[in-house]
């Protein structure tokens, strides 16, 4: 099974920006489809994106352009998520999950902010106000 590291978090400034990484080792990377969420404290768990690794489709929460941006480097089994303008309100643990089903299922399981199979640890993003 595929096990997930995030790296990247850590204390920004408003109005900065952050690339998180999630490394993917232990199975193939191209055969999962790797999605973001985040836990703001005393919230639940929301889903930001997903893209599939085999060929770079994604499904967001948000509009194209706008501040959350996935991307991916197969070659270095990665998945980012490009966070601009952070605000206050981004603070949160940012988690990275893979699931080998499709990108249509895996979307549904964004929206609805978990279900997927696997999960990493996260990576804590606070945006002092």
């Known amino acids: 099974e595929v096990q997930l590291v995030e790296s990247g978090g850590g204390l920004v400034q408003a109005g900065g920006s952050l690339r998180l990484s999630c490394v993917a080792s232990g199975d193939t990377f191209e055969d999962y489809v790797i999605g973001w969420f985040r836990q703001a404290p005393g919230k639940e768990r929301e889903g930001i994106s997903c893209?599939?690794?085999?060929?770079?489709?994604?499904h967001s929460m948000y509009s194209p352009g706008g501040r959350f941006t996935i991307s991916k480097n197969n070659a270095k089994n990665t998945v980012y998520l490009q966070i601009n303008s952070l605000k206050p309100e981004d603070t949160a643990v940012y988690s990275c999950?893979?699931?080998?089903?499709?990108?249509?299922?895996?979307?549904?399981?964004?929206?609805?902010?978990?279900?997927?199979?696997?999960w990493g640890k996260g990576t804590l993003v606070t945006v002092p106000p």
């Open positions: 999950a893979a699931d080998k089903r499709p990108l249509s299922v895996v979307g549904g399981l964004v929206r609805a902010g978990g279900g997927m199979d696997y």
């Open positions: 893209i599939s690794n085999s060929d770079g489709r994604t």
